[in-house]
């Protein structure tokens, strides 16, 4: 078994990850609505900081950092510590294979503070905004939606505006001002594992991003674009 501790401060136990949890993260089915990923999380969970054999709940009540946290590390006891990524260049005149190899060990953790939810002040109606982190109860809610925005990502978040409940329809009067402003707010006060991966296109030099966890070299290895 492995024991590591969570960006929330939470210890986890974790064991490998064997043919029946490569098998759910081939399941289309349920990798769409994102219990793929959250069976994986519960059956390699052994513990969770005093809690043995930790329940679908306990898994789903994770902050989002933690459950990255726990799918990087499930990564690396299970397959290594680097993950070898072909990157293919988004310039369509291009279209080149990049190979990025990520070592996992070198990716920045940053920990989560005491607070739970969080005040801020928009910046143009003044308006009092009060949100909280992102969980797997959040994430599978936002999985369940048809069509899966941006305002939804950041109502999902919002515990209410001025003391009222929040609304798609508040969201979408708020102004582009308040919303970055209220978007950037979210962005730093989140914590986990920053999976970013970053590089240039060898053959055009067009600048190549994305999330290591999206591409299929993370979990699995050799397979080609």
Same mark, same amino acid.
């Given at each position: 078994?492995?024991?590591?501790?969570?960006?929330?401060?939470?210890?986890?136990?974790?064991?490998?990850?064997?043919? $029946? @949890?490569? &098998? *759910? #993260?081939?399941?289309?089915?349920?990798? !769409?609505?994102?219990?793929? %990923?959250?069976?994986?999380?519960?059956?390699?969970?052994?513990?969770?900081?005093?809690?043995?054999?930790?329940?679908?709940?306990?898994?789903?009540?994770?902050?989002?950092?933690?459950?990255?946290?726990?799918?990087?590390?499930?990564?690396?006891?299970?397959?290594?510590?680097? $993950? @070898?990524? &072909? *990157? #293919?260049?988004?310039?369509?005149?291009? !279209?080149?294979?990049?190979? %990025?190899?990520?070592?996992?060990?070198?990716?920045?953790?940053?920990?989560?503070?005491?607070?739970?939810?969080?005040?801020?002040?928009?910046?143009?109606?003044?308006?009092?905004?009060?949100?909280?982190?992102?969980?797997?109860?959040?994430?599978?809610?936002?999985?369940?939606?048809? @069509?899966?925005?941006?305002?939804?990502?950041?109502?999902?978040?919002?515990?209410?505006?001025?003391?009222?409940?929040?609304?798609?329809?508040?969201?979408?009067?708020?102004?582009?001002?308040?919303?970055?402003?209220?978007?950037?707010?979210?962005?730093?006060?989140?914590?986990?594992?920053?999976?970013?991966?970053?590089?240039?296109?060898?053959?055009?030099?067009?600048?190549?991003?994305?999330?290591?966890?999206?591409?299929?070299?993370?979990?699995?290895?050799?397979?080609?674009?």
């Amino acid at each position: 078994m492995h024991i590591f501790e969570l960006p929330s401060g939470t210890e986890v136990e974790l064991r490998e990850m064997t043919g $029946a @949890e490569e &098998e *759910l #993260l081939t399941n289309q089915r349920l990798i !769409r609505n994102g219990d793929a %990923v959250n069976q994986v999380l519960r059956n390699c969970t052994v513990r969770l900081g005093e809690i043995e054999e930790p329940s679908m709940k306990d898994v789903l009540d994770l902050l989002s950092g933690d459950r990255l946290f726990i799918l990087v590390k499930l990564r690396q006891i299970s397959l290594g510590d680097e $993950a @070898e990524l &072909e *990157l #293919l260049c988004p310039n369509t005149a291009c !279209r080149a294979a990049n190979i %990025v190899t990520v070592n996992m060990d070198d990716l920045e953790v940053t920990p989560y503070g005491e607070e739970r939810e969080f005040t801020f002040d928009l910046p143009g109606s003044k308006r009092k905004v009060r949100f909280g982190y992102l969980d797997g109860q959040k994430e599978k809610r936002l999985a369940a939606l048809k @069509e899966p925005s941006i305002s939804s990502a950041m109502l999902i978040r919002l515990i209410d505006i001025d003391g009222a409940a929040p609304s798609k329809k508040l969201m979408n009067d708020m102004s582009l001002r308040d919303r970055s402003a209220l978007r950037q707010e979210m962005l730093r006060v989140d914590a986990g594992v920053d999976t970013t991966v970053e590089t240039e296109c060898e053959t055009c030099g067009i600048r190549i991003r994305t999330r290591l966890e999206a591409e299929p070299g993370f979990l699995f290895p050799g397979v080609r674009l």
